[in-house]
């Protein structure tokens, strides 16, 4: 199964901040790229596709790029209900892999 | 507003077989655009693909759990199930019933059910 390499495992930040996750793919896999957010106790959330097309309804504080092999997830004005743990899946190969997760905390 | 609600026993004993069901509302399971999966996450850790169903019959599923996998949909019921056989601790986990939907040649996993815990034990 393709390894995703996710960074930071966590981060901290304050409000309005601008943050990024970065996702490392084991070989290239063009844009099949998605991220998601899940709080705790609840499903994720689809936030991103295509590593770049914002899901409808997400806020456009969110943002995706990269494609190959490196991928970027970035928060820009923080709020405090972005606190949560941050995924990125690949699709190109089956099996479909997660990459291991990004905790966010708020300060 | 379509809707995925998994159901099925919350414990189930070592070697024995878990079954969950995941019922599809405000939706038709019958829909060529739509890929019908589970996801799986063991307490505290990360996500884990299992594999997916269209109503087709085309199935994928995840090699690691392959010999002990099945995955089905019953067009009629507008439901979709997956059996785990031989069960260990190890697979105690939420289990996630989640909808993809083909875009292009992305699949997006864009409607997730609330989530359901299983237990081996």
């Known amino acids: 199964a393709m390894q995703m390499t996710q960074s930071p495992s966590s981060l901290s930040a304050f409000v309005g901040d601008r943050v990024t996750i970065t996702c490392r793919a084991g070989?290239?896999?063009?844009?099949?790229l998605s991220w998601y957010q899940q709080k705790p106790g609840k499903a994720p959330k689809l936030l991103i596709y295509?590593?770049?097309t914002l899901q409808s309804g997400v806020p456009s504080r969110f943002s995706g790029s990269g494609s190959g092999t490196d991928f970027t997830l970035t928060i820009r004005s923080l709020q405090p209900e972005d606190s949560a743990t941050y995924y990125c899946?690949?699709?190109?190969?089956?099996?479909?892999?997660f990459g291991q997760g990004t905790r966010l905390e708020i300060k | 507003q379509v809707h995925l609600q998994e159901s099925g026993p919350g414990l189930v004993k070592p070697s024995e077989t878990l079954s969950l069901t995941c019922t599809v509302s405000?939706?038709?399971?019958?829909?060529?655009?739509?890929?019908w999966s589970w996801i799986r996450q063991p307490p505290g850790k990360g996500l884990e693909w299992i594999g997916y169903v269209h109503y087709s019959g085309n199935i994928n599923y995840n090699p690691s759990l392959k010999s002990r996998l099945a995955i089905s949909v019953d067009t009629s019921k507008n439901q979709f199930f997956l059996k785990l056989n031989s069960v260990t601790a190890a697979d105690t986990a939420v289990y996630y019933c989640?909808?993809?939907?083909?875009?292009?040649?992305?699949?997006?996993?864009?409607?997730w059910g609330q989530g359901t815990l299983v237990t081996v034990s």
């Open positions: 989640v909808r993809a939907y083909r875009t292009g040649t992305f699949r997006p996993l864009d409607i």
């Open positions: 070989q290239d896999i063009g844009k099949d």
């Open positions: 405000g939706g038709s399971v019958n829909n060529n655009i739509f890929y």
């Open positions: 295509a590593a770049s």
């Open positions: 899946l690949q699709e190109f190969n089956y099996p479909c892999t």
